[in-house]
C-alpha cells in the first residue's frame, strides 16, 4: 500500500458524509465551509480527486477491474443520485 493508495480511498469515502448531510441539510464543517450546498460541493470534490487519483496510478482498466473500488463507487452514485427523491419521501 502506498500513500496515494490512502489517499484514494480517504478522498472516496470522505465524500459520503458530505454528501450525505449536504442533501439531507444536516449541518457539518467541510473545506468549502458549512452549508448544504458547501457540504455537496466538498463531497463531489472529494469524489472527483478520488478518481482522478486512482485513474492516474492505475489506469482506466485498473478501475474497470478493481471490484471493490468499483463498488464503493456504484453506493456513492446510486446514493447520489437517488437521495434528492429520498429526502422528500421521509420528509413528509
Known amino acids: 500500500m502506498s500513500i496515494a493508495d490512502l ?13 450525505v448531510l ?3 441539510k444536516g449541518k457539518m464543517l467541510s473545506g468549502f465551509g458549512t452549508g ?8 463531489l470534490t472529494n469524489f472527483v480527486c ?4 486512482f485513474i492516474y496510478n492505475y489506469g482506466f482498466d485498473g478501475l474497470i477491474r478493481n471490484g471493490i ?3 464503493g463507487i456504484l453506493v ?10 429520498w429526502r422528500r ?3 413528509k
Not at 36 to 43: D, H, T, V, Y
Not at 50 to 53: E, P, Q, R, V
Not at 79 to 85: D, I, L, W
Open 50 to 53: 478520488s478518481i482522478t487519483l
Open 7 to 19: 489517499l484514494i480511498g480517504a478522498t472516496l469515502m470522505n465524500s459520503m458524509p458530505h454528501l
Open 76 to 85: 456513492l452514485v446510486v446514493f447520489f443520485s437517488t437521495s434528492f427523491f
Open 69 to 71: 473500488y468499483l463498488g
Open 89 to 91: 419521501y421521509y420528509a
Open 36 to 43: 448544504n450546498l458547501q457540504n455537496i460541493l466538498w463531497g
Open 22 to 24: 449536504g442533501v439531507w
